[in-house]
């Protein structure tokens, strides 16, 4: 289990501190892949809990910070993008672009900046919680803060109302 100490969550809790964040990373018990996991160890809803998924979009990356209570709608995601398609990233990309690996992906960390959307949904909750470079650490913040943080753009993502309720990994 991870130490405040390890190097990405200690890397993302000094670059909380330079930002002005008001949040502090927090080590859990166990690693935490998945929303509904997150949610159930830190006693929130699973809505609270900012899934950061990692697409290819024009064959760019692309960071989305979705609520953990819906699914990424891709083509919604092209669509608001202009791009023929949108597809998750493989799991060697996101290691290469986030220096994090899947599961414990903070929105912020990472060796060069990341275009990001973040799901308007997140406005619902007061507090949000955000992986903090390793699936056992994660780190409160509010949804401003969050856009404020990666330079994200407010947006759409989540698929519609039907799937909305399909509970998602990380």
Known sequence: MPSPAHPRAAAVGRLLQEAGATGRVRVLPAEVR???????????PVGAIANSLVFVAA???????TSG??????????????VGSVSRAPTELVRRVTGQPIGGVAPI???????????????????VWAAAGHPATVFPTT???LLRLTAGTPAEVGADAE????????
Not at 69 to 82: F, P
Not at 109 to 127: F, I, K, N, S
Not at 163 to 170: I, L, R, S
């Open 34 to 44: 998945t929303a509904a996991a997150a949610a159930a160890e830190l006693g929130v």
């Open 59 to 65: 064959g760019q990356p692309l960071l989305v910070l």
């Open 69 to 82: 209570a819906h699914r990424v709608d891709e083509s919604k995601v092209a669509t608001l993008l202009g």
């Open 109 to 127: 960390g990472h060796p060069e900046p990341l275009g990001t959307l973040v799901d308007v949904e997140l406005a619902r909750h007061e507090q």
């Open 143 to 145: 949804y401003d803060e």
């Open 163 to 170: 799937h909305a309720a399909e509970a998602v990994g990380p």
